[in-house]
């Protein structure tokens, strides 16, 4: 495995490498876990390289005690990724190296996809998102690259940066991995206590009985039931849920038998933020 700091030494070693093979890149900002694993796992198998980016990206955190708590893990990742194959290269840039004059996002118009869900709570997230991955994609230039769904928004605003951009990539989207409770993987767990972890299982448990009332129930119907749900329970905070159209992301108004939608939730356990979505159709 292949550990590169810099962005001159990452170029000179991706151009050392047989351009008629495949280059497939998962992006992370460490504190792996089983979903990024199967990130990149499955990008081994579609490609003849992979390269792993693991950067805390500090222009997508809108909370600076969210970014100063946010969990680094990097020999601990390394031990993870080693197990998996000795053939990934490992990119771990400092944010000097990656932001050199100022740390700052670019702007996008996203087209709406931003202002809805997370980017009406976390101002300047997806610029900052969209900043990092957008530098990944030129620097790397890999064939393909791998998102998690459980940033189901986050993935449909790549999808769209690279049309804006008309970078040549093909974005992939990979399924939500779970822990054994339903809890969605995400690196935030680990900041949670033992006993709240396990009583997490109600995010997933409210989403799988919200999909089973989708089409007898009207959305309005369902929300309601969700927020009252998450008031009767003393240790979390609903911040949102929404039923939202799949390729737009708009809050659904009548469901329409022609769209596919998802249901989507952002929650508070004991100050620590937890997203996460399912598929309703």
């Not at 992939?172 to 709240?196: H, T």
Request: hydrophobic share 40%; aromatic share 8%; net charge negative.
């Amino acid at each position: 495995m292949l550990v590169i700091k810099t962005k001159k030494e990452l170029r000179f070693h991706l151009e050392s490498l047989n351009t008629r093979q495949s280059l497939g890149l998962v992006p992370t900002m460490g504190a792996l876990h089983e979903g990024h694993t199967s990130l990149v796992e499955k990008a081994l198998t579609e490609n003849d390289y992979v390269a792993v980016s693991i950067f805390v990206n500090p222009t997508q955190f809108n909370n600076n005690e969210d970014l100063a708590k946010y969990p680094k893990t990097l020999e601990a990742d390394f031990a993870l990724l080693k197990n998996i194959s000795s053939k990934l290269i490992v990119f771990t840039p400092s944010v000097a190296e990656i932001y050199p004059e100022r740390i700052a996002p670019k702007t996008y118009d996203f087209h709406g996809l931003d202002k809805v869900m997370e980017g009406a709570y976390r101002d300047d997230h997806f610029n900052g998102v969209g900043t990092i991955v957008e530098m990944l994609l030129r620097l790397i230039e890999p064939d393909r690259a791998y998102f998690g769904e459980k940033d189901f928004q986050q993935l449909q605003i790549i999808r769209k940066l690279v049309e804006l951009e008309q970078l040549p990539v093909e974005i992939k989207g990979c399924p939500i991995v779970r822990e054994a409770n339903g809890l969605a993987m995400s690196s935030r767990n680990e900041r949670l206590s033992k006993d709240l972890r396990m009583e997490a299982s109600l995010i997933y448990s409210t989403l799988q009985t919200a999909k089973k009332k989708f089409g007898t129930k009207s959305a309005k119907n369902i929300t309601d039931w969700v927020v009252q749900e998450f008031q009767d329970q003393p240790n979390f905070e609903l911040e949102y849920f929404e039923i939202s159209d799949v390729e737009t992301l708009t809050p659904i108004q009548k469901i329409q038998q022609h769209l596919k939608y998802r249901a989507f939730v952002a929650v508070y356990a004991d100050g620590i933020r937890l997203i996460d979505n399912i598929a309703l159709n």
